[in-house]
């Protein structure tokens, strides 16, 4: 999916590029697209070896959480909640100790340990599923979570937003856990609608209302400040638990005796390799996106868009992050290249960029994860949990914009 998706917008690109040349005689159209080629190139590099260092220090303390036993414990945690809203799994069964440890690690934003728990928990699903190619309820659910990007911790997006000059990287942290609340609710309330699951029963009830008190608390206390410091609450609060979870890791590790220096400059190490290894990645989308806009494809989309959106009265200072939502359910390396096209063309802390930046941290890739976790399983039929996914990925968009305008707009 990936692949049809990348050849589609360069090819669609150089498609309207050539049409433009001939339909308006602006040949310059065909350089420019030639020159973003070149641009795309640059600032791909710029951008890894610009992340190596951030990468390095949050993976070198991510190991260190690892070796401390941190995402044991989450997942440990999490066990009796996962048993009430996965009713057919029996005590003890292996599953469940996988999906937590896939849920906690995605909590923190631990990408590299969570996909590996994930597949693993999806072949222990599998034992319990009477059916060797069709989803069963259980796997449907648990796919649903892992695509409506349940995280606490999206230092991705914290990184990206570093790099780029933003003042303040971690204002968009409340915007981005309330925008990731309203796609995994979603997801939630949709797949226990067309399983039938009990949610009304007491634990199920309990564990949601916790949960979502403590949300909409946050929300309502920083909405209830004056408009121009709801960003800059945001961002404290943001930094606030960065440092928190920090001096977590490291109080956390001495207390289980882990070499902390040692083991952080083990994890650091990954850091350049995996800056490196996401270098062709942004090569590839960084120049289909640069083609799009040397194309003017992209701003015909959305200028179209927005005088659609202006003759029935809505505001479109959102139009430009628009595209990172939608192209976010079939690529991230290509949602993510949006996000920093954004970026660099209006601005780190502009409110097109701000949008772009919650969004890419509260939805998921939800054909790669479908794909992923059914393949793990050796599953075709996925049943319901696509259409779940994507209503619970549209959820979290629109929360996105909504909370962008009622943050910073």
Known sequence: MPGAVWAGLFLTAVAFAFLRAAWLGDASV???CVQALF??????????IGLVGLLALWLGLFKIAEAAGIVDALARLLSPAFRRFFPGIPEGHPAIGSMCLNLAANVLGMDNAATPAGLKAMRDLQTLNPSADTASNAQILFMVLNASSVTLLPVTVFLYRAQLGASDPTSVFVPILLATTASTLTGLLLVAWMQRLP???AGPLMTLSACLASVAAL???ILSLPHELRGTASGAIGNGVLLLVICG??????????ALY???ITGAKDGFHTAI???PYLVAMLAAVGLLRASGL??????????????VGIDTAFLPALPVALLKPFSGSGARALMIDVMKTTGADSFPSLVAAVIQGSTETTFYVLAVYGGAAGLTRMRHALPCALLADVAGAVAAILLCYAFFG
């Open 30 to 32: 065909l350089s420019a």
């Open 39 to 48: 641009d795309a190139a640059r600032l791909s590099v710029e951008l890894a």
């Open 199 to 201: 949610l009304l029963t």
């Open 219 to 221: 929300g309502l206390g």
């Open 249 to 258: 890791f490291l109080v956390q590790g001495w207390r289980k005796g882990v």
């Open 262 to 264: 040692d083991t952080f």
């Open 277 to 279: 290894g996401i270098l």
């Open 298 to 311: 992209l701003e015909a989309c959305i200028s179209g868009l927005g005088i659609a959106l202006n003759a």
